[in-house]
């Protein structure tokens, strides 16, 4: 049983005391961190929220105070009253913000015992995350995830204050909704009022915003909880956070220009980094054929060169037959591989190159005594001269080639490029961060497996005003009003300005191949919305998640989530999702069908 | 079409500018909210979210302009470029932010035509709710819904700032999970991945705030999203929002001590009402026994009294007998009502008592010229002088009596009384919050009907010290550490310590029916939890909606939610819920049955 706390008020978190408050009696509570036993003496290390202060029995004050003592074991919650006293100068220790003071104490009690430890609890504890994730309430002990959830906390508290200072409301949007076309797949719950029909867990906010803006809320933050049933990636979780935002009576600038005041905040006030304004910008289409992707990681070079006008009309029909096919050869001056990478490492890149789409990957290795490659010998010498001098090839480096269509050239190429980087350790001396707004993406993309339109964003997005035209003729041609923000080559945030005349959505859902019917059924509620007075709105979302995750210093979405899923979206603590009585079931008239 | 704002850059929102800002161009963007036609004068109010500024056009000064200007209708979204000027002095109108200036235009953009709304959109609307609910949009333009939405932003940033200084953290817990038994129904939400496996959307996040506690977070709070599928009453959604706290190392004296600071620093922000600290108590018993309500409104009198004493030897039996069978005998002295009722207002008074569970109100009348009642010829001179004694009852009064099982007492006679001050207006002139805590309910209630115990508030609630060890003995004697904050008669939040020795929180179970293999079904991990070393811990919840209810002064809660469903759980805007693909189903394994 228990000791009951009855009578005992806590004077304040451990850390709370300092030289100051020698001489005092305070009371201290939490967990026994540590034990020592010294002979006659006993320190016991207590840790709580703040962190750590050192508690001292000794058997010559108090024997059965002292023998109490000795009982405590490793996450013990124990309540001390004692006096602060100076540390002797020789267990001083600098390192510990109490590291001057000790307190000696009159009064322990065991609020709780504690079984031991399942897990390592260390700082870098060993144990697999799984057993972790199982007892996450001790796994949350450790310094570095209360670290993470502090910091978390104190993002949306920055984030709040800054949207409220530029007159941003906060405004809460339905969790149980109408299914809203994000592009993953919903999840249902299904109704028992209206049996047979299902709400729908928010993809995201969009839709509601939107209506927001056209109920002239004028500027509107959230930080909303939103939802995907999809096949968990690593760093996907079914839901997920999202910091989400419209405004009124805006373009794209002006989007952009509170949002980047927001992130030079953001940083400046977590990571003491001084972000320069204006953050670069890059069109889609300078970020694809420099680096072959709209994420770009701009801190190291190795960019994408079209090799296509050298190569357009050489015998190597590899080359110039994809050339005429309407595709392209690029290639990447991996500088210094020539040198560093051995024949093995070579093919093991083509391997890589293979594995992400590739029909091959040709390259050139420039040595002091001349080239090696298996295709010189297909290329003129005039051509061999034009790509040395194109890629500015020098002794030493290494010139990887991909041929095929441009959409293939850029993403494998993108990705040779990281996978270099990442095998010659390019970035490990690179601190800091790397803002970068990609702008004018394609309105639309075409699903070549369906034969049809797809919203490169989501069919709310605004076509450029130059290109409204080409809905029509050249509806590929159309770049949109979108802009996305890459944190070296991550996505931390993406949006657009939206679509506010109700013939421009119409022709929009049209392009995308629903029929009027469809549209009605589906969105009536928001083109009708459109017809009675909308603002010009647009806005943008941020993944809170992915925002804490560059600012911890982690690669794992679940160190940023205290009851995180796992990857088949299920939840060790607790077990959910689980079984649930058959009544229920009955209530909601749904049956679970056996295979 | 809508023409486009390219170029146009909002100055800032209409009510932005004043007399300081005459002589200078400015560009708005706003809602034609009236238009005034004075022969070569249009008068526009453009509106924005916050106000309205008047724009003049005049045909002598730009007759195409003038022309444009005739065409806009009420709605319309429009761009105005134009110089600040003095209003004429006939013209001023004190009562508006932006009375003594108007903008004459010299650019005009209908940047969004509208159709005529189909709602009243005057702040009083008359419209019936249901069709404002279906275009909300429109009907959030109105200044009194924003003023609401605004008023709840406000709320949230007031609170999440106190928490924040009061070193609280804010931890988001998930949406999909476990079921948790707080006595209403789940929603649901069937999983794909684990098929014929369901989570349930949390109805309070109870357990991860406990286990945050575990995990030695210390403070915790949020602004969280709960859901409950019940069959809704009036003023209940689906789902509602609770700003949700816990504590570690706290007894009650704790957690009110902090909850009181908050909610002075929030009144008085929001509102500037003084609340003097520290709020009232009572215990549940006494609210009971004097206003027959855990959730008393105590801004007016007409309180209970017990008359077994009096009466438990009548030879009325109507009366002794209920006392005899462990009922009781209780009074309302409805002072002045003598006068103010007429007899058919008594007997509608007592159909009211019946429609409420009475099986029948006596009463007495004090008349100048002796008592009228159909009760009086049982009862002795003694009994009647005791009586009009133990009442207090003065000429004029009416004495209304109940004779009942006590639980049944207590709530007819506290509707009752509730009944009384609405007929009479009691509160008409009562303006100001009265606040109230309710403390050491019952750890239990029998529920008669399935011959088990329940909680009262929920199964992880601690009993008080003192009555720890009656569990075994005399569980519906055990008062609970538990506590609700009571605002003129509603119920704004509630709280209780927690139980945080796995042994009573076993032993809890068991009380209520738990088999063991069921509780470790359910529960099996918090126990388990709590092993590991568990601090004292405790917390509270408020109703957010309701808060925002009592500060705006409306009793609709749709009014304090931006899109609020009706009472049977849809929404009228999107039409959720819905139906789905037979597709979507498929893939989750469930299918619809028909009834």
């Not at 109700?502 to 969105?523: A, H």
């Amino acid at each position: 049983m228990s000791e009951l706390m009855k009578g005992l008020k806590r004077t304040g978190r451990v850390t709370s005391f300092n030289k100051e408050d020698v001489g005092k009696e305070i009371t201290i509570m939490g967990w026994v961190n540590k034990r020592r036993d010294l002979g006659g003496v006993i320190f016991i290390d207590v840790r709580d929220v703040s962190g750590i202060l050192q508690v001292v029995f000794k058997v010559e004050i108090d024997s059965d105070l002292f023998k109490k003592a000795e009982t405590l074991r490793n996450e013990y919650v124990i309540a001390i009253k004692g006096l602060v006293e100076k540390r002797d100068e020789e267990t001083i220790n600098p390192n510990l913000k109490t590291g001057y003071i000790e307190v000696v104490a009159s009064e322990l009690r065991v609020l709780s015992a504690a079984k031991t430890s399942p897990i390592d609890m260390s700082n870098d504890s060993k144990t697999n995350e799984l057993l972790r994730l199982k007892h996450r309430y001790l796994d949350l002990r450790r310094e570095p995830m209360q670290d993470i959830l502090k910091l978390r906390h104190k993002v949306c508290m920055i984030t709040r204050e800054f949207f409220n200072k530029n007159e941003f409301y906060e405004i809460e949007t339905p969790m149980m909704t109408k299914s809203t076309p994000e592009g993953a797949r919903d999840y249902l719950v299904p109704s028992r009022v209206n049996q047979g029909s299902f709400y729908a867990l928010p993809q995201s906010p969009q839709i509601f915003k939107q209506l927001l803006m056209l109920s002239g809320m004028d500027k509107y933050m959230q930080i909303v909880r939103c939802f995907r049933d999809e096949d968990l990636r690593a760093n996907r979780q079914p839901e997920f956070t999202q910091i989400d935002l419209e405004m009124s009576f805006v373009d794209v600038d002006d989007v952009i220009e509170v949002n980047e005041r927001y992130i030079k905040d953001l940083f400046k006030k977590i990571a003491d980094y001084e972000i320069t304004l204006p953050i670069n910008r890059m069109t889609y289409k300078e970020a694809m054929e420099r680096f072959g992707s709209d994420k770009p990681d701009t801190r190291f070079g190795l960019e994408l060169v079209d090799l296509s006008n050298v190569l357009k009309d050489s015998k190597f029909k590899v080359f110039s037959g994809t050339i005429k096919n309407g595709g392209s050869v690029r290639a990447i001056n991996a500088k210094g591989c020539g040198e560093m990478f051995s024949r093995r490492d070579i093919d093991s890149l083509g391997e890589y190159a293979k594995g992400i789409g590739s029909k091959g990957m040709a390259w050139i290795k420039v040595e002091e005594n001349g080239l090696k490659s298996a295709i010189t010998k297909f290329l003129s010498e005039e051509e061999i001269d034009n790509i040395l001098k194109t890629m500015e090839a020098k002794t030493g480096d290494l010139i990887c080639f991909i041929a095929d269509s441009n959409n293939k050239v850029f993403s494998i190429l993108g990705n040779l490029r990281l996978e270099i980087a990442k095998r010659t350790k390019l970035l490990n001396d690179k601190k800091g961060f790397e803002l970068l707004w990609i702008t004018e993406f394609p309105l639309l993309d075409y699903d070549e497996e369906n034969k049809r339109y797809i919203a490169t964003h989501h069919p709310f997005t605004s076509p450029m005003d130059e290109d409204l035209s080409k809905m029509d003729t050249q509806p590929d041609k159309v770049r949109a009003k979108a802009y996305d923000l890459v944190l070296n080559g991550e996505e931390l945030g993406g949006g657009s300005i939206r679509i506010y005349d109700p013939e421009v959505q119409k022709k929009m859902f049209s392009l995308l191949g629903f029929s009027e019917e469809d549209t009605n059924d589906r969105f009536g509620f928001l083109i009708e919305a459109l017809k009675y007075g909308t603002p010009p709105h647009g806005g943008i979302a941020y993944g809170l998640d992915r925002i804490v995750m560059s600012l911890a210093g982690t690669d794992n979405i679940k160190d940023v989530i205290a009851f995180p899923k796992i990857q088949n979206a299920s939840c060790p603590l607790t077990e959910a999702p689980s079984k649930v009585d058959a009544k229920q079931l009955r209530e909601l008239g749904i049956a679970v069908i056996d295979d």
